[in-house]
């Protein structure tokens, strides 16, 4: 009897060494293959997602070696299985339709994978949420917003995806100036302020073009405001709308060009005699004689 035991924790035991090999030497090759794929790669974009493959991949073939070898210890343990696969079909049929959402998710994470959509390190928008990748599982994507907070976002939820670092990004400059200013020299402040941040070592190589001015955008209740952007490198399009809206600001100012505040005209009405009415203004408000 105790030979008959130790025969068995022998050979249990053989299955789970064999099986904890089977995964060290797969995840071994996993990350070898992920590291010789990766330096042949020269975009970071395809890097980030050739390694968020790898992580996947490994996690999924350590569950299978692991599911295999818990079968193959019932197995050796005098346990059969014929109940449990029997049971597993009934079983399987009722979770089917409780775990849907559970499918789903692991559907549209394996979709997403394969097509790309989201890596690690990206910045996304996705079901309400937007943050950093920092976790991509065929479950869930795991975000991380600018305050710090840490979003899971299941897969089956994912209706749309919004990169916001895939390839390139704009940094989008929107500048109001007041009605009565000259838009062209504004532009032309605009156009030279880029000039110059693109010539700076420090913020040139963010760019990857040359900066685009739109022109007029729209007309606010108290300015005009003008429309423009760069061309940049993924993750650095607010970066450089920062700095060149930091330095538009000294531009400006320089050249007395006014970013203006809101202004309020009051017209008070007259009287029914025909004299001006009595003024009455409560609060803070700048009450202007006539048109700005």
């Not at 005098?78 to 079909?89: E, I, K, Q, R």
């Not at 963010?206 to 952007?229: K, N, Q």
């Not at 061309?231 to 650095?236: H, I, T």
């Amino acid at each position: 009897m105790l030979a008959l035991a130790s025969h068995i924790a022998l050979h249990v035991a053989l299955i789970v060494a064999v099986a904890w090999a089977c995964q060290w030497i797969l995840a071994r090759l996993i990350r070898g293959v992920r590291i010789r794929v990766a330096g042949r790669l020269a975009n970071e974009e395809e890097r980030r997602r050739a390694e968020t493959l790898g992580r996947v991949l490994r996690y999924s073939s350590g569950v299978v070696i692991s599911t295999i070898a818990f079968i193959l210890a019932l197995d050796a343990l005098g346990v059969s299985m014929a109940p449990f696969l029997g049971a597993a079909g009934v079983v399987g049929v009722a979770l089917g339709f409780g775990a849907q959402s559970l499918v789903k998710d692991y559907f549209s994470g394996l979709l997403m994978l394969l097509e790309g959509q989201i890596t690690k390190g990206d910045i996304v928008a996705v079901g309400g949420q937007s943050g950093v990748v920092e976790d991509l599982t065929l479950r869930y994507v795991q975000l991380r917003d600018y305050d710090g907070h840490v979003h899971f976002v299941p897969n089956g939820q994912i209706t749309t995806v919004s990169n916001l670092t895939r390839h390139y990004a704009y940094a989008v400059i929107d500048a109001g100036i007041a009605y009565r200013e000259d838009i062209g020299a504004a532009a032309e402040i605009m156009r030279s302020t880029a000039e110059r941040m693109i010539d700076d070592p420090a913020f040139g190589p963010c760019m990857l073009d040359a900066f685009e001015y739109a022109g007029v955008d729209r007309w606010e209740d108290s300015s005009v405001v003008l429309r423009g952007r760069f061309k940049v490198r993924p993750l650095d399009q607010w970066t450089v709308r920062r700095e060149f809206l930091r330095r538009l600001k000294d531009a400006f100012d320089a050249a007395g060009i006014e970013i203006p505040y809101p202004h309020v005209t009051v017209y008070a009405g007259a009287a029914r005699d025909g004299s001006a009415a009595p003024l009455q203004v409560s609060g803070s408000v700048h009450i202007a004689g006539g048109p700005q």
